[in-house]
């Protein structure tokens, strides 16, 4: 009989192995320190756990609401619920500017990037500080309407109220899933199950995506559970899965830090092999065509495995359009530093979300410009917190084929660095929404960027005089076809008139909640007039208009697809049937707090025009 001895010192040091795979691994939640697994004895509640109420909004990329007011605004989750668990359409909520798929079926809609991971979905996020930090044990999301958009949840291990601030900021996924539809609008307590993570947070961010609900959502409050001292679980009660012995365990470190990609990037240490069988037998531009359907890390990735794929994955062909928003957490200086090289010829770049709290500096950001900037025709710069005036400068002089430039929520840039962005005439598409340009600058950027289709300057508060731009607008702006006015608060019926006579080739126009438009100047008739490509018109919550508008509307305006009168009283069953009978190609309308219209007439209208989306909303 042969000894057992050997095989049972195999299985130990096996066993052995496994538990300090665990120990490594203790970031997903299933074992927390080597303590446990040397003392294999069952941990006990060592703190009790604290329950807290998000104490600030810290940053966010998007709201419903006026800059100015609570209503409706990311502000608004902050503190204890005001609304749950009571359901429906409440102001003391927040809610984001956005909802299903109507903005990218409009004109101003953007062409997406390739090579965004499908694991990739948020369109917005909010940062929520709260007083104590913990180890997550819950986060529960109180959603009085419209629920189900909120796709990933991540902790951060910044304190924001602490006067140190640390030299390595780390994001961690609690949770994360793909976007689903909830049947029915009510209230919902959201409470994934989250992952345990290795070091204390206060700093929460919630990312949605709201492509597949009927209406906004509307958030009241985030709650976070936790304990002040790390929880150690139990290794009898914990499970081993075996998948994990054969993975890279590199590549799980490269996953929670801030170099997640930087090793990836730099690695130049190839692997010698005699031949690459027919692979290589294949032509260059087939190879670099397989190639361009891979993720950025996944490219990074294959350019470790030889010489052929490190030439493939190195070559700029493969960066003519690229977007590190989907990293946004482990993006800093040397992410761009070790891009440089391969990013010679890019084109399109989307770092919107990144860099923020040092990730990424003023310096790092003009080094790479200055080598990659000469092609670039778009810049996607969204809630890119670390810009400054110089940043601007230096985009203005790196690129001068720069047709699309979005500062969407940059709300740190000061108002004169916007001066810099009339030195860039070509450009075609301009998005400042919620940033703080002032008058002279927007006038500066109209009267030499000619070439401008698109402008956004959606809650733009430091606008004095909205009807002097809009003059510029008529006399500069001939090729216009998009424009958000959204909540501008001074826009009056001379500047309408100005716009509508100069552009004649606008085809959206977004005039929600502006207050000083009155239907009885005959501003709305005259747009109805002047513009006859108009497919998007939002004249949210202006209660003034009424059915010669929507009559209007009708005889001129034959290719409208989207139309927003969210709140007006004055507005007919009789007249929204002669739009939706001469506008046959009109998707969405949006007859919320219309009052003249009720449940009745929207079901009526619905069975007799079923391919229209009829969004009809309630007062409480």
């Given at each position: 009989m042969p000894p057992v001895f050997p095989m049972l010192t195999v299985l130990s040091m096996f066993y052995y192995m496994c538990l300090r795979r665990r120990a490594r691994t203790a970031t997903r939640g299933e074992m927390n320190s080597r303590r446990a697994i040397e003392s294999n004895t069952r941990a006990l509640p060592i703190n009790v756990e604290i329950v807290q109420y998000a104490k600030e909004v810290l940053d966010f990329s998007s709201h419903y609401g006026s800059e100015n007011s609570m209503s409706y605004t990311m502000w608004n989750l902050a503190g204890?619920?005001?609304?749950?668990?009571?359901?429906?359409?409440?102001?003391?909520?927040?809610?984001?500017?956005?909802?299903?798929?109507?903005?990218?079926?409009?004109?101003?809609?953007?062409?997406?990037?390739?090579?965004?991971?499908?694991?990739?979905?948020?369109?917005d996020y909010v940062e929520l500080a709260f007083e104590e930090p913990v180890y997550p044990t819950a986060v529960h999301i109180l959603e009085t309407y419209h629920p189900g958009a909120v796709v990933r949840i991540l902790a951060c291990s910044a304190n924001p109220y602490s006067q140190n601030p640390p030299a390595e900021v780390r994001w961690e996924i609690l949770w994360s899933e793909a976007p689903t539809k909830v049947?029915?609008?009510?209230?919902?307590?959201?409470?994934?199950?989250?992952?345990?993570?290795?070091?204390?947070?206060?700093?929460?961010?919630?990312?949605?995506?709201?492509?597949?609900?009927?209406?906004?959502?509307?958030?009241?409050?985030?709650?976070?559970?936790?304990?002040?001292?790390?929880?150690?679980?139990?290794?009898?009660?914990s499970m081993i899965?075996?998948?994990?012995?054969?993975?890279?365990?590199?590549?799980?470190?490269?996953?929670?830090?801030?170099?997640?990609?930087?090793?990836?990037?730099?690695?130049v240490t190839?692997?010698?092999?005699?031949?690459?069988?027919?692979?290589?037998?294949?032509?260059?531009?087939?190879?670099?065509?397989?190639?361009?359907?891979?993720?950025?890390?996944?490219?990074?990735?294959?350019?470790?495995?030889?010489?052929?794929?490190?030439?493939?994955?190195?070559?700029?062909?493969?960066?003519?359009?690229?977007?590190?928003?989907?990293?946004?957490?482990?993006?800093?200086?040397?992410?761009?530093?070790?891009?440089?090289?391969?990013?010679?010829?890019?084109?399109?770049?989307?770092?919107?979300?990144?860099?923020?709290?040092?990730?990424?500096?003023?310096?790092?950001?003009?080094?790479?410009?200055?080598?990659?900037?000469?092609?670039?025709?778009?810049?996607?710069?969204?809630?890119?917190?670390?810009?400054?005036e110089t940043c601007l400068e230096v985009i203005t002089e790196m690129c001068p084929n720069?047709?699309?430039?979005?500062?969407?929520?940059?709300?740190?840039?000061?108002?004169?660095?916007?001066?810099h962005i009339a030195k860039v005439g070509s450009l075609k598409r301009l998005i400042?929404?919620?940033?703080?340009?002032?008058?002279?600058?927007?006038?500066?950027?109209?009267?030499?960027c000619s070439e401008l289709q698109h402008l956004s300057l959606g809650s733009c508060v430091m606008i004095e005089d909205y009807d002097l731009i809009a003059s510029m607008m008529g006399a500069k702006c001939k090729k216009l076809r998009s424009l958000d006015l959204w909540r501008c608060k001074n826009i009056t019926e001379s500047g309408i008139a100005e716009l509508a006579s100069g552009c004649q080739l606008l085809e959206e126009l977004d005039l929600g909640w502006c207050p000083t438009l009155q239907s009885s100047t005959g501003c709305f008739t005259n747009l109805a007039r002047k513009l006859p490509n108009l497919q998007k018109l939002f004249l949210t919550a202006n209660r003034s208009v009424c059915d010669t508008d929507i009559e209007e509307l009708a005889a001129n305006c034959t290719h409208l697809r989207q139309l927003d009168i969210l709140g007006t009283r004055m507005v007919s069953p009789a007249s929204l049937r002669k739009l939706l009978e001469s506008c046959k190609d009109l998707s969405l309308l949006d007859v919320?707090?219309?009052?003249?219209?009720?449940?009745?007439?929207?079901?009526?209208?619905?069975?007799?025009?079923?391919?229209?989306?009829?969004?009809?909303?309630?007062?409480?």
């Amino acid at each position: 009989m042969p000894p057992v001895f050997p095989m049972l010192t195999v299985l130990s040091m096996f066993y052995y192995m496994c538990l300090r795979r665990r120990a490594r691994t203790a970031t997903r939640g299933e074992m927390n320190s080597r303590r446990a697994i040397e003392s294999n004895t069952r941990a006990l509640p060592i703190n009790v756990e604290i329950v807290q109420y998000a104490k600030e909004v810290l940053d966010f990329s998007s709201h419903y609401g006026s800059e100015n007011s609570m209503s409706y605004t990311m502000w608004n989750l902050a503190g204890i619920p005001n609304v749950y668990p009571s359901s429906g359409d409440f102001t003391q909520t927040a809610v984001f500017r956005t909802y299903g798929t109507w903005w990218d079926r409009c004109p101003s809609a953007r062409l997406p990037f390739k090579r965004t991971p499908s694991t990739f979905c948020s369109q917005d996020y909010v940062e929520l500080a709260f007083e104590e930090p913990v180890y997550p044990t819950a986060v529960h999301i109180l959603e009085t309407y419209h629920p189900g958009a909120v796709v990933r949840i991540l902790a951060c291990s910044a304190n924001p109220y602490s006067q140190n601030p640390p030299a390595e900021v780390r994001w961690e996924i609690l949770w994360s899933e793909a976007p689903t539809k909830v049947n029915g609008p009510q209230a919902r307590q959201f409470t994934p199950c989250i992952k345990q993570i290795n070091f204390p947070t206060n700093l929460i961010r919630l990312e949605v995506n709201s492509s597949l609900l009927d209406y906004y959502t509307e958030l009241d409050a985030v709650v976070l559970h936790g304990v002040k001292e790390r929880p150690v679980l139990s290794l009898k009660t914990s499970m081993i899965d075996m998948n994990d012995i054969d993975e890279d365990e590199d590549e799980e470190k490269f996953a929670c830090g801030m170099d997640a990609l930087n090793k990836q990037f730099s690695i130049v240490t190839l692997r010698e092999w005699p031949t690459n069988g027919y692979f290589d037998k294949l032509p260059y531009e087939l190879i670099q065509l397989i190639l361009s359907h891979l993720t950025v890390p996944d490219l990074c990735r294959l350019a470790q495995t030889c010489k052929l794929l490190y030439q493939h994955c190195c070559d700029p062909l493969q960066y003519i359009h690229l977007s590190l928003q989907p990293y946004w957490a482990r993006i800093n200086d040397t992410s761009l530093e070790h891009l440089q090289s391969r990013c010679t010829l890019i084109q399109w770049l989307n770092l919107s979300w990144t860099g923020n709290r040092g990730a990424i500096s003023v310096s790092g950001f003009s080094r790479f410009l200055k080598v990659c900037g000469s092609e670039l025709v778009r810049l996607e710069l969204s809630c890119g917190h670390f810009l400054n005036e110089t940043c601007l400068e230096v985009i203005t002089e790196m690129c001068p084929n720069l047709q699309e430039l979005n500062l969407s929520s940059c709300d740190k840039i000061p108002p004169q660095a916007f001066n810099h962005i009339a030195k860039v005439g070509s450009l075609k598409r301009l998005i400042l929404y919620r940033t703080k340009v002032e008058q002279t600058a927007l006038l500066s950027i109209l009267n030499f960027c000619s070439e401008l289709q698109h402008l956004s300057l959606g809650s733009c508060v430091m606008i004095e005089d909205y009807d002097l731009i809009a003059s510029m607008m008529g006399a500069k702006c001939k090729k216009l076809r998009s424009l958000d006015l959204w909540r501008c608060k001074n826009i009056t019926e001379s500047g309408i008139a100005e716009l509508a006579s100069g552009c004649q080739l606008l085809e959206e126009l977004d005039l929600g909640w502006c207050p000083t438009l009155q239907s009885s100047t005959g501003c709305f008739t005259n747009l109805a007039r002047k513009l006859p490509n108009l497919q998007k018109l939002f004249l949210t919550a202006n209660r003034s208009v009424c059915d010669t508008d929507i009559e209007e509307l009708a005889a001129n305006c034959t290719h409208l697809r989207q139309l927003d009168i969210l709140g007006t009283r004055m507005v007919s069953p009789a007249s929204l049937r002669k739009l939706l009978e001469s506008c046959k190609d009109l998707s969405l309308l949006d007859v919320s707090f219309c009052s003249q219209i009720d449940n009745r007439v929207v079901l009526e209208l619905n069975a007799n025009f079923p391919n229209v989306f009829i969004k009809k909303s309630f007062t409480q």
